[in-house]
């Protein structure tokens, strides 16, 4: 599905059912398109005073709050980078790449 701005050819309405209502926001951590879903997720965390959003798939925000804490996530802001260094973010980054926007993984809840 290829992005088509040019609105001068006029055959090209005809087919004109993909209606593209948004730029579609690639994921902050996995660089993947965003599915139906999008978490609008803090880099710093709200109680931390972050106020920037940044798009994600729910998945991949589960990973982080899986493998960081509030104090470490804070620390990292919005170096994404520096989440990607770590081997369980990276690894699942690798993994989640081929998957479908939509795919969800059931996860195991932390009981707090
Ligand atoms: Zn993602």
């Given amino acids: 599905m290829a992005r088509k701005h040019s609105k001068h050819g006029s055959y ?28 609008w997720h803090h880099p710093v965390p709200k109680s931390r005073g972050g106020r920037d959003v940044v798009p994600m798939h729910p998945i991949c925000q ?24 770590n081997p369980a973010v990276r690894k699942f980054v690798d993994w989640v790449a081929n998957k479908d926007p939509d795919f969800t993984a059931p996860q195991a809840k932390k009981q707090r």
């Avoid at 059912?17 to 660089?31: K, R």
């Avoid at 589960?62 to 260094?85: C, H, K, P, W």
């Fill in 12 to 39: 090209e309405d005809v087919h004109g059912e993909v209606e593209e209502l948004a730029p579609v926001a690639p994921c902050w951590l996995c660089g993947r398109p965003t599915g139906k879903t999008i978490v």
């Fill in 62 to 85: 589960q990973t982080l709050i899986a493998n960081f804490t509030n104090s470490e996530l804070q620390r990292y802001g919005m170096d994404v980078e520096g989440l990607l260094a």
